[in-house]
Every structure is written in C-alpha cells, then in structure tokens.
C-alpha cells in the first residue's frame, strides 16, 4: 500500500505565503509523478500542476509565478511553496503521487491524499 500525507495548511493573511508538503510512503519503487490540486466548497477540483521524475514542471496557468512546486525525490516529497496569496485560494490541497510498483512495470498507479486546508483570509 501506498499512502499519501499532506501537511502545511492553515490560516494567512492575503498576500502571505505558505509552504505544504506532501509525503508519500510504503511500497513501491518509484514516483514518476506528485502534483497537486485544489476544490473550494462547492467546486470541482483544480489542477495546480505536478513534478515530473526527470522532466519539466508544470504548472496551471491561474497560479503560475505565484506557485512553485519542488520535489525532493530522496524524501518521497513534494512542496508547494504558495506566495501572495488571496482569499480566492481559500480550498482543501490535495496532493497526489503516481508510482510503479517495479521495475518493468510500464503503468503508474495514483493514490491521493486526504487534503489539508488553506484559509486566506482579507
């Protein structure tokens, strides 16, 4: 099993800063793939963009120079260091992992974590 552990949420002021990390833990052999999303009350969940194993990372249009996402792969971690921050990013993170399971397995496997949340408040 593979889980996944999101912490950093809380509360901050408009055009503050937070910094979420995400965990991913158990049995597997590699993580090709942590990003995170994001759903406010009542809405869908919205990409914010992913860590790619050995390639570029990518980010959402709507937090892009706002956010960024590092990757410390001997940690199994994933951060989102999120800057000027308005009430509108108020929402639960999620964080996900893709990972194999061996190594001549060709399909990744998605495991989510339980979201921890962000209030921004005016």
């Known amino acids: 099993?593979?889980?996944?552990?999101?912490?950093?949420?809380?509360?901050?002021?408009?055009?503050?800063?937070?910094?979420?990390?995400?965990?991913?833990?158990?049995?597997?052999?590699?993580?090709?793939?942590m990003g995170w999303y994001r759903q406010g009350s009542g809405d869908q969940r919205e990409f914010l963009g992913y860590s790619s194993s050995g390639g570029p990372t990518t980010y959402s249009d709507s937090v892009k120079g706002r956010f960024t996402i590092s990757?410390?792969?001997?940690?199994?971690?994933?951060?989102?260091?999120?800057?000027?921050?308005?009430?509108?990013d108020t929402s639960v993170y999620y964080c996900y992992a893709s990972v194999k399971t061996g190594p001549s397995v060709s399909t990744s496997l998605t495991y989510w974590g339980q979201g921890t949340q962000v209030t921004v408040s005016p």
């Open 1 to 33: 099993q593979v889980q996944v552990v999101e912490s950093g949420g809380g509360s901050v002021q408009a055009g503050g800063s937070l910094r979420l990390s995400c965990v991913a833990s158990g049995s597997f052999f590699s993580i090709d793939v």
């Open 71 to 88: 990757r410390d792969n001997a940690k199994n971690t994933v951060y989102l260091q999120m800057n000027s921050l308005k009430t509108e």
